[in-house]
């Protein structure tokens, strides 16, 4: 008796499920988008802090950049420099003065409208002591900020910068009066900030108030994992809508079915193998040129990404200013990798320890390096470590031999013209080479020089750059308007709709 | 009846499996089919001639690891085993002699360090001196030890009630000299059963760390290392996972059927009572 009334209950069970699963079904086939729809994103990205001068993180970059805040010069998804908070902008003075007229009309998220006075304090923001903005370099040409009316701003340089429209699409623009933002937001962008749980969610809502066009949904949750594939079943299992950049290529798999899209889109994510350029044995140029001889990066990327993914042989990615493939100027070649270590002084090899962040693909590709480099008789060592104890240890305190992380951003030949950078790459050709192409007077020019910088860098294998990221999005296919690309890790996601 | 019970089923099924895995730790330290840094396989390869259990992502042969993987469990078993035995044996003897609060408050100790979770100080010690396999067995050892030394106290407080050491005592024994001769002839028949429970779990605990990454570092390949590389390709590539996997229940299961087994044919208690 018993028995039956459980079976029973299944059974009831079973019908409702079905007749909840045709009638969401029957609902994606009818009905339009909807303009109030929460889109759950996930991702694998960290937010630290809500302040991008404050080493905020790449999830904080991809959570707010473009829906939270934006800045004067907006990144397209193709990677164009666009006009955002900036209506228009003249250069005079021989391009050391720029003239930026802003858009009318912009309201911050508090209510105020935006003046030049915001934009100048944020800019100051960026290049102020204790800014820890990956622009904090570039954008020190900066000599003087004035603001003659509410809508003008000036900018004067110290030397001319051709990059200056592009390196301001990383500055957000700020309420002037928000004093400390790393637990708060006020920007002009088509969301609202609503919350945020460390390493679980942030979440969005649409800005009723901004000065474009309206975002197509209404709140967006970033969901933050730190497992790829919890991520996937999360995904499976509709908890999340879209998984902005997925790491492992053989979880495809499951997703290649109606109910699924995926997408193979650009990204300027890369991996590489950072040497301690002042610490023996990696000061010599020879051993980390053996070094980089010895590694097999078609096959180390193939091994990680499958059919993914594009080997690279410099800081620049082919979408970069100057690129060319030189990976003739260190070969996979092991007895040529022998035949230099012997000549740096190291024939009998060598012994070092590779800092290795504890996420993927990072010990897998630590495991690759290090069978690699046994070949030419060099032994490593793997030190696991955390994310945390990374930039500690080897970004704050340069407290290592080697390391290996990736690079989210574009464009980063400039890191190599800046001695004091944690790798501590000294070549005062090179620094001089990445200044003229500043002020260099068309892009042409400005391109032809960072060609000849990324040359020298790359005959003293500064750093060994493996490969390049694919983008891959992988979305429910309910899911339309998504950006497909990963520049700078950017995810805007106001044109996202749900149907 | 004694014969039948001497040749222990579960003995004779726990020894094979245990053996086995003990068999390819040994090969292993001499012969592997390929080098551990060899990367010459294909991607994800299958099973073949040539690689039997298929190949990992970086191309290296799966048969090769999880032989070596077979090793770095043993040496985790033998080694935690040994430290947990040594210290938990010496604490458990002073907890057993000593009197009132001296044996409370040992007791209190081991109980506290039995409810401490043994990963939880494994990701402790680990942290304070590395990830290695010295830390991963040094932590498990300790872990165990309290087990042992509360059970060794137990046992050594019931041996001390009887007469005969009563009599010992009187007749002048030495208390060192009563320890070799009377207590722990009379007490390792159960400890063996318990050292033997503990070779099994020490390999499990091992393999959680190496999942978590705190076990030994690459290139060593322990079956928790294997089975969180596997993660990720389990569905294009189910044997890089259930190869390790097996081999892990196999460890775990032999061992508890050793245990058994030898309880079957060392405790005279259990002989008496059948």
Redesign the interface.
């Known amino acids: 008796m018993k028995k039956s009334t459980k079976r029973m209950k299944l059974g009831g069970i079973a019908v409702a499920a079905a007749v909840a699963m045709s009638m969401t079904l029957g609902g994606t086939s009818a009905s339009a988008a909807n303009s109030n729809a929460t889109i759950d994103i996930g991702t694998l990205h960290e937010v630290q802090n809500l302040d991008n001068t404050a080493n905020g993180g790449a999830g904080l970059t991809e959570a707010f950049t473009g829906n939270v805040y934006e800045g004067l010069f907006k990144l397209s998804d193709t990677g164009k420099v666009e006009n955002l908070l900036a209506k228009s902008y003249k250069v005079s003075n021989g391009g050391l003065t720029y003239t930026f007229n802003l858009r009318s009309n912009v309201q911050f998220h508090s209510g105020k409208t935006m003046t030049s006075a915001d934009v100048k304090y944020s800019l100051q923001k960026v290049t102020a002591t204790g800014s820890q903005s990956p622009q904090k370099s570039a954008l020190s040409i900066i000599s003087s900020i004035q603001t003659p009316n509410p809508s003008t701003v000036v900018v004067n340089l110290s030397s001319k910068s051709i990059s200056l429209t592009y390196n301001l699409t990383y500055v957000w623009i700020v309420n002037s009066a928000i004093g400390d933002m790393t637990s708060t937001e006020d920007g002009t962008g088509p969301y609202k900030y609503t919350s945020w749980t460390r390493g679980a969610t942030i979440s969005l809502t649409r800005f009723d108030g901004y000065w474009g066009a309206l975002a197509k949904n209404k709140v967006v949750v970033f969901h933050e994992f730190t497992d790829?594939?919890a991520l996937n079943n999360a995904l499976l299992s509709h908890a999340v809508d879209i998984i902005t950049s997925e790491g492992?290529p053989?979880?495809l798999?499951?997703f290649k079915n109606a109910s699924f899209k995926i997408t193979n889109g650009l990204s300027t994510n890369k991996q590489l193998i950072i040497f301690n350029d002042k610490v023996a044995p990696f000061n010599k140029a020879l051993v980390r040129k053996a070094a980089t001889s010895a590694i097999d990066k078609a096959?180390l990327l193939?091994?990680?990404w499958?059919d993914y993914g594009t080997v690279l042989s410099s800081v620049m990615t082919p979408i970069d200013p100057g690129y060319e493939d030189l990976s003739s100027l260190n070969p996979y070649d092991v007895s040529l990798a022998k035949s230099e270590l012997a000549k740096a002084g190291y024939p009998k090899g060598l012994t070092f320890t590779l800092d290795t962040p504890?996420d993927?693909p990072h010990?897998?590709a630590?495991?690759?390096i290090?069978?690699?480099l046994?070949?030419i008789g060099i032994t490593m060592?793997?030190?696991?470590i955390t994310t945390s104890q990374w930039f500690d240890k080897i970004y704050k305190k340069r407290d290592y031999t080697a390391t290996i992380q990736n690079v989210l951003s574009g464009r980063n030949i400039g890191w190599y013209a800046n001695p004091d950078f944690f790798w501590q790459y000294n070549n005062p050709r090179v620094t001089a080479l990445v200044s003229q192409s500043e002020s260099a007077n068309s892009l042409g020019a400005q391109a032809q020089l960072l060609k000849r910088a990324n040359k020298l860098i790359v005959a003293d294998a500064a750093s060994d750059w493996l490969y390049l990221y694919p983008l891959i999005v992988v979305s429910s296919s309910s899911l339309s308007g998504y950006p497909v690309n990963g520049i700078n890790s950017q995810f805007f996601v106001y044109n996202i709709t749900k149907n | 009846m004694t014969r039948k019970r001497r040749h222990s089923l579960p003995l004779i099924v726990g020894g094979t499996l245990v053996g086995f895995i003990a068999l390819m730790a040994l090969i292993s330290i001499f012969w592997t089919p390929y080098s551990i840094?060899?990367?010459t396989g294909g991607?994800?390869g299958p099973l073949s001639s040539h690689h039997w259990l298929g190949t990992d992502?970086?191309?290296?042969d799966l048969l090769s690891r999880v032989m070596i993987g077979a090793r770095i469990a043993i040496a985790v078993g033998f080694g935690s085993v040994l430290i947990g035995a040594i210290l938990g044996v010496i604490l458990g003897l002073v907890a057993g002699f000593a009197q009132r609060w001296v044996d409370e408050s040992f007791s209190a100790m081991f109980d506290i360090l039995i409810a401490f979770p043994t990963l939880l100080l494994a990701m402790l010690i680990v942290a304070a001196r590395?990830?290695s396999l010295t830390s991963a067995i040094i932590a498990i050892g300790i872990g165990m030890s309290a087990i042992v030394a509360r059970l060794t106290r137990l046992l050594v407080k019931r041996v001390l009630a009887k007469d005969f050491i009563t009599a010992s005592r009187a007749s002048g024994t030495s208390w060192a000299r009563i320890i070799f001769i009377h207590i722990l002839p009379n007490i390792w028949t159960t400890l063996i059963v318990t050292f033997a429970l503990q070779f099994g779990f020490a390999g499990l605990t091992e393999a959680s760390l190496s999942y978590l990454?705190l076990g030994a570092?690459?290139?060593n390949a322990s079956w928790g290392s294997l089975l969180q590389?596997a993660?990720?390709?389990v569905?294009?590539?189910p044997v890089a996972a259930i190869a390790p996997g097996v081999l892990l229940v196999c460890l775990v299961i032999g061992m508890n059927l050793v245990a058994d087994g030898l309880r079957d044919v060392a405790d005279p208690t259990l002989r008496r009572s059948r």
Do not use: H, V, W, Y
């Open positions: 790829g594939t492992n053989d979880a798999a499951q096959k193939s091994s990680i499958g504890n993927d010990p897998a630590a495991a690759f290090q069978s690699s046994a070949q060592k793997i030190n696991i | 840094q060899d990367m991607r994800l992502k970086l191309g290296r590395g990830a990454g570092p690459p290139p590389e993660q990720a390709t569905l294009t590539s």
